[in-house]
């Protein structure tokens, strides 16, 4: 079995990891923290877990307890914490003598380069051998490289990052987009379990609230994998507008996606074709019929996808409009988690993810 330890288990992400690691036919959970519950069995603060948490119980140790008791450690803090705990567990984990630790970071710590990060975040990196450490970026539809030998550090995505790019990476990998404006709506899970003004009943019930309109942190990773060329094209421009939703779980992301001149030509079964082959063997992308909702996905670590064309005048392709759902805990965070450690640990990537999803 492998040895699973979570940082930050109270926390939403950090439940949903515990659901999920729960049910994992090759998982057992050898510790699971908290500092506000340190103490407390699980299924007493979260009675949705029992019986299936037995006498899991919070602790609050240290990062090289952690480590000795687990082969892999998920990090399910907020940005900025992350980078307090990476580099001891790596340092003594690889001491260890028994394939060192892996490390799965769902925050942002460590998904862009130092210097990027420092300016989106607007702090200073602590570890400063956060690059050389080369942590992959774990959206395995596009970064297989996570189960090549030796890596030990995955940067989990972003929620709203994981159903932005996989709804135009296909077009950008083709080299047809000079530019996609992203609109995407999340429920209030995504601002973490704290309660907040913005997330306070009155406020946000029968709500659409838009914020950090221009400038959300998020389009960082978004022009990292798409406009800066990880996908092999490079140029592509990228905006990304957030709203909250007065909902729980999930994310609806629309693209408007622009091509370039030369690509004004294609057809609606020619970038129909282009979607299929790129996610033909991604268990996690299903291409629908008809338009995504959230109560498709809910509970599941399944991606959405599907899209209509604009004419123009002429007939040409005017603008291409992707539409993508995710559920932000599972494949927006924890399920995708656990699809990088599944990876990592040569499983089947599907293994104690493949469940029907939960409506409404
Ligand atoms: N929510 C989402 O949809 C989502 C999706 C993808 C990624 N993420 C990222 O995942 C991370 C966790 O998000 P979340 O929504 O689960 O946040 P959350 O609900 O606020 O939970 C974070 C937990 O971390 C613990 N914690 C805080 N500071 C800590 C520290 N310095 N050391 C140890 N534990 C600490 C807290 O528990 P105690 O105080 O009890 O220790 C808290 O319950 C964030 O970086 C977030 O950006 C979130």
């Avoid at 103490?39 to 019986?51: A, D, I, Q, T």
């Avoid at 395995?140 to 972003?158: C, F, K, Q, W, Y």
């Avoid at 996609?180 to 999340?186: I, R």
């Avoid at 005048?313 to 005017?318: D, F, I, M, S």
Wanted: negative net charge; hydrophobic residues 40%; glycine residues 12%.
């Amino acid at each position: 079995m492998i040895k699973a330890g979570i940082i930050g288990g109270a926390g939403y992400t950090g439940l949903e990891l515990l659901r999920l690691l729960l049910g994992h036919p090759r998982v057992e959970i050898s510790v699971v923290t908290s500092r506000r519950h340190r103490g407390r069995k699980v299924s007493e603060v979260n009675p949705h877990l029992f019986p299936f948490s037995g006498e899991l119980e919070y602790e609050d140790v240290d990062a090289a307890e952690v480590t000795d008791r687990s082969d892999v450690v998920f990090l399910a803090v907020p940005h900025g914490s992350a980078m307090n705990y990476v580099p001891g567990l790596l340092a003594r984990g690889s001491g260890r003598g028994r394939g060192g630790v892996k490390v799965i970071d769902l925050s942002a710590d460590y998904r862009l380069k130092r210097a990027e990060y420092e300016r989106v975040y607007g702090l200073r990196h602590k570890d400063r051998q956060s690059e050389e450490r080369e942590a992959v970026y774990g959206l395995t539809e596009l970064h297989p490289e996570v189960a090549a030998a030796g890596v030990d550090l995955v940067a989990n995505p972003g929620c709203y990052p994981t159903g932005a790019i996989l709804a135009v990476a296909p077009l950008v990998k083709e080299g047809l987009v000079r530019q996609v404006v992203f609109d995407a709506k999340s429920g209030i899970s995504g601002a973490g379990a704290e309660p907040s003004e913005k997330s306070h009943f009155p406020n946000l019930a029968e709500n659409i609230v838009p914020y950090q309109v221009t400038a959300h942190r998020h389009v960082a990773e978004m022009r990292q994998e798409l406009g800066a060329g990880e996908l092999g094209a490079g140029g592509v421009k990228v905006s990304f507008t957030p709203h909250i939703l007065p909902s729980i779980r999930g994310i609806l992301t629309t693209a408007h996606i622009f091509l370039n001149a030369r690509e004004r030509g294609r057809t609606q079964a020619e970038i129909e074709e282009v979607y299929k082959r790129f996610y033909e063997d991604k268990k996690f992308v299903r291409l629908t019929r008809g338009v995504p909702s959230l109560s498709s996905v809910r509970g599941t670590n399944f991606c959405d996808i599907w899209f209509e064309i604009e004419e123009g005048e002429k007939g040409e392709t005017e603008r291409v409009v992707v539409i993508s759902a995710i559920d932000n805990l599972v494949k927006g965070g924890s399920g995708q988690a656990v699809q990088n450690m599944n990876l990592i640990f040569r499983l089947d990537e599907a293994e104690g993810l493949w469940s029907p999803g939960l409506v409404p």
